[in-house]
């Protein structure tokens, strides 16, 4: 059973060119549902603008969302991997926090996980969107990690939860939602993503997501360009 709100929702990330433009009319039009006042608080929280210039979590979130519109046909489960994109971030609501003068939001990928998933339960019965959703957001930072060679990094756990593939379209768009499009920020966000698939193909010998990555990284190596900067 879905309610109306979900249907309305997934209607317009599945159909819409850009479904940022629903979401914020939704917000100005609706009250009293807890994804919306979940996602109207995105508003107030601030970003580093070293790595977000677009300004506040909900315009990032809202530019990640427009980006994967343009990608979601590669995704294994286009409805999935759009609910992610929305809710990718969730998790900055309560880990947000200026240290030694620097806004950060660690942990905001393990959070986030639990909080989509809290949100999407009083959505919607469909368990297994909604597993799939909380691992996408629960892994779509493992990019980031695995390529600055950081600590967070866990291969292994990974691709025992969520296809490898799924995970680098979603930290694309992650990547691309940071501000006006230029071809140098594209060119760093698909090799960032590129080296992230390649790192973990030797984890992925005979597993079923094999074919799913290389399908994702000729995709970035030859479309990914002419979809992302098309209008």
Known sequence: MYSKLFKDISQ?????????????RLLREQEGNVLIE?????????QNPKYHPEGSVFNH????VDHGAKVKHKSLHPEVFMWAALLHDIGKLTTTKVRKGRI???????????LAKKLLDVLTEDKVLIQEVESLVRWHMQ????????????IKAMIGDVSVGEVALLSLCDRMGRGPLTKQNMEEA?????????????HLHHHNHEKHLEDIKNY????????LSSK
């Open 143 to 154: 990019p980031f990690f695995v390529v600055k060679d950081l600590p967070f990094g866990d």
């Open 61 to 64: 979130v809202m530019e990640v």
């Open 38 to 46: 979940k996602l109207s608080r995105l508003k107030a929280i601030k």
């Open 12 to 24: 317009h990330l599945m159909e819409d060119d850009q479904p940022s433009r629903f979401i914020k």
């Open 220 to 227: 970035l190596n030859n479309h990914a360009r002419h979809h």
């Open 190 to 202: 698909i090799i960032m993503e590129i080296t992230f698939l390649d790192k973990c193909k030797v």
């Open 104 to 114: 950060t939001a660690y942990g905001h990928d393990e959070k986030g996980a639990i």
